[in-house]
């Protein structure tokens, strides 16, 4: 486990995020997709908010606009990445709802 921390380390949540995405999508069987993205979201979550982040606004949206994915943007790959879009965001809603704003804690200080 230290080892994804230390991957996202060097190389920032933008690229941990695209590798990660990119290896999900390489399979083509439905339930090694929905593991994939099972993991994926686990894996997320050494820095929920930060690759929340690099999925919205670089992964997803590169992987939209870009020619070369025309062909991945298929079923079951394209549900599995809206799959995991969903998951990450909900997740990250949640925790950014269950931690204190700073205000909150310089007041219980």
């Known amino acids: 486990m230290n ?4 991957l996202i380390s060097l190389g920032g949540p933008r690229w941990f995020v695209d590798r990660v995405v990119d290896h999900v999508l ?7 997709l ?8 686990g894996l997320f979550h050494f820095d929920l908010q930060q690759c929340t982040l690099a999925l919205l606004k670089h992964i997803l ?3 939209l606009l870009s020619k070369s994915s025309e062909l991945e943007l298929i079923e ?14 909900y997740s ?3 925790l950014s709802k269950k931690r ?5 804690i310089e007041i219980l200080e």
């Not at 390489?26 to 090694?32: E, K, L, M, R, V």
């Not at 079951?76 to 965001?89: D, M, N």
């Not at 204190?100 to 909150?104: A, H, L, V």
């Open 3 to 6: 080892e994804f921390c230390n």
């Open 92 to 94: 990250a809603i949640q």
């Open 76 to 89: 079951p790959k394209i549900s599995a990445l809206f799959r995991l879009t969903i998951c990450t965001v």
């Open 61 to 63: 949206p590169s992987f």
């Open 34 to 41: 929905q593991d994939g993205v099972d993991l994926a979201y």
């Open 100 to 104: 204190p704003k700073m205000s909150q």
């Open 26 to 32: 390489s399979f083509n069987d439905i339930a090694c």
